[in-house]
T-cell receptor
Framework: DQQVKQNSPSLSVQEGRISILNCDYT??????FLWYKKYPAEGPTFLIS?????DKNEDGRFTVFLNKSAKHLSLHIVPSQPGDSAVYFC?????????????FGPGTRLSVLP | EADIYQTPRYLVIGTGKKITLECSQT?????MYWYQQDPGMELHLIHY???????EKGDLSSESTVSRIRTEHFPLTLESARPSHTSQYLC????????????FGPGTRLLVL
């Protein structure tokens, strides 16, 4: 059973417009959420994160919103650029007795059209 | 910038060969991970380690094995490669408790003929 879901496998957006990528989770023990960006044949790179005690975190063109009651988070990219075309993974952190563990969603492929 | 390295970046090999994928990190992270990803598919955790002499199996069953003799080094071995092992293999590391971020290596793209 997937604990982190990204229900849109792909998304196409026009350059300059807003890209909104969504992520849902089921485990209420997740205390930190992260977004990663991945280009083909490369490893994922960390983009932005948010603690479960916050509802918004902004870094330049990237903003992550967290709705804890709905167990939903979203990544907004404004304005979208062709270089943003990549696969975006949502990830969540949970702690156990041994340390921290990360659970990844299946990813959403974003295509920004010029 | 992440200081985690994987070699080789690309590998084409015949069925039955033994291969070792290397992963090293210079951040002093205790926890290390191996993920397998097929094109367009999700990341699957196949192995992880809490530190030296610790190895654990991940969510996805894998015929590969790992070792952790040194903190900075977490190699993955396939004793007898098969075409079904063709995939991208991603190594990652993180602090055990502290900073809430995983750092990924560039990946090894493996093709078994």
């Amino acid at each position: 059973d997937q604990q982190v879901k990204q229900n849109s496998p792909s998304l196409s957006v026009q350059e300059g417009r807003i890209s909104i990528l969504n992520c849902d989770y089921t485990n209420s023990m997740f205390d930190y959420f992260l977004w990663y960006k991945k280009y083909p044949a490369e490893g994922p790179t960390f983009l932005i994160s948010i603690s479960s005690i916050k509802d918004k975190n902004e870094d330049g063109r990237f903003t992550v919103f967290l709705n804890k009651s709905a167990k939903h988070l979203s990544l907004h990219i404004v304005p979208s650029q062709p270089g943003d075309s990549a696969v975006y993974f949502c990830a969540a952190r949970v702690r156990d007795n041994y340390g921290q563990n990360f659970v990844f969603g299946p990813g959403t492929r974003l295509s920004v059209l010029p | 910038e992440a200081d985690i390295y994987q070699t080789p970046r690309y590998l084409v090999i015949g069925t039955g060969k033994k291969i070792t994928l290397e992963c090293s990190q210079t951040m002093g992270h205790d926890k290390m991970y191996w993920y397998q990803q097929d094109p367009g598919m999700e990341l699957h955790l196949i192995h992880y380690s809490y530190g030296v002499n610790s190895t654990e199996k991940g969510d996805l069953s894998s015929e590969s094995t790992v070792s952790r003799i040194r903190t900075e080094h977490f190699p993955l071995t396939l004793e007898s490669a098969r075409p079904s092992h063709t995939s991208q293999y991603l190594c990652a590391s993180s602090e055990l408790q502290g900073q809430e971020t995983q750092y990924f290596g560039p990946g090894t793209r493996l093709l078994v003929l």
